[in-house]
């Protein structure tokens, strides 16, 4: 599968973005019984809650959003929700709440705040969903009630499809669940996750394979590049232009594109373009037929 990602102007060292990485950074999917410690959610659900990440932290309760603590109340819940039915230890909870020296009494701390959220959430409703174990706390949710979840299990429905326009329709339902960039209202995490933006951009990127794939280059080319602008060093994106736009008989654009591309690259990161790219600029020059 895919990795997960952030952006944003958060302060943490990069120690401690690595120990975050590390802890965090697996991208599997996060189902009840999907590895040794996740958890059983037998008897845990509270039904019409929704959780959302892929974007400012959301628990909606019968669509209406339930008022949630701030700071390192709602970074707990964004921590327990990245690694949902899995139990997540006092000490991990401890490097994504405190950037500095943490506190004499770290289990009491952090019980203190999961305590918060608990009554924030309801502590007869879904405040039960988050569970004491001997060694840290975990929340326990259904497939279909985190944003991410659902994100991840429509971008691998896509690809086990072989109708091309089917998987246009899952990857563009799956890019719908983002609403921003993700953990966008917690200060303490925003940079922590930079893998949660790369899931997306490569879903961007499979979309924007597939619909040129059903010969949509003409609709693509827009978006491709606002793409290539937003994130000028990507080369995926630039290639993915250059592509359309030579299939649109737009051969100038497309050189052009390649040499916009190779000066970025040479100024900003003192680099030469990839092998896709090269290979995908010399065919354009002879008019490769391998390029439809």
């Known amino acids: 599968m895919v990795v997960h990602q952030v952006s944003g102007g958060n302060t943490c060292g990069m120690a401690r973005t690595g120990r975050l990485t590390a802890a965090f950074g697996v991208a599997g999917p996060i189902v009840a019984g999907s ?14 809650v929704e959780f959302r990440i892929l974007g400012s932290v959301q628990v909606l309760y019968r669509d209406r959003p339930l008022p949630l603590p701030a700071g390192r109340g709602r970074a707990l819940l964004a921590v327990l929700l990245l690694r949902a039915n899995q139990v997540v230890t006092v000490r991990e909870l401890a490097d994504c709440l405190w950037e500095g020296p943490r506190p004499v009494h770290q289990r009491a701390a952090v019980q203190t705040h999961v305590g918060r959220l608990r009554r924030a959430l309801g502590e007869e409703s879904i405040g039960r969903l988050v569970h004491t174990t001997s060694t840290g706390y975990v929340i326990h949710v259904e497939p279909d009630q985190l944003d991410l979840i ?28 983002w609403r921003d960039e993700p953990l966008a209202d917690v200060r303490l995490l925003r940079d922590a996750f930079p893998q949660l933006v790369e899931e997306r951009l490569h879903a961007v990127e499979r979309l924007m394979d597939a619909r040129m794939r059903l010969g949509q280059h003409a609709q693509v080319v827009a978006q491709l ?16 232009l250059m592509l359309a736009l030579y299939r649109c008989d737009r051969q100038a654009d497309a050189l052009q594109a390649y040499q916009t591309i190779s000066r970025r690259l040479a100024d900003e990161l ?4 990839g092998n896709e790219l090269r290979e ?4 354009i020059l002879c008019r490769s037929v391998s390029l439809g």
């Open 280 to 283: 995908l600029h010399r065919s």
């Open 150 to 177: 659902r994100f991840r299990r429509l971008t691998e429905d896509a690809g086990q499809v072989a109708d091309r326009a089917e998987q246009v329709v899952l990857l563009e339902r799956a890019l719908a669940l």
């Open 35 to 48: 590895g040794s410690t996740a958890v059983s959610s037998a008897g845990s659900r509270a039904a019409d």
């Open 225 to 240: 590049t606002s793409l290539s602008r937003e994130h000028p060093l990507r080369e995926r994106f630039w290639a993915q």
């Open 270 to 273: 003192g680099l030469d373009p």
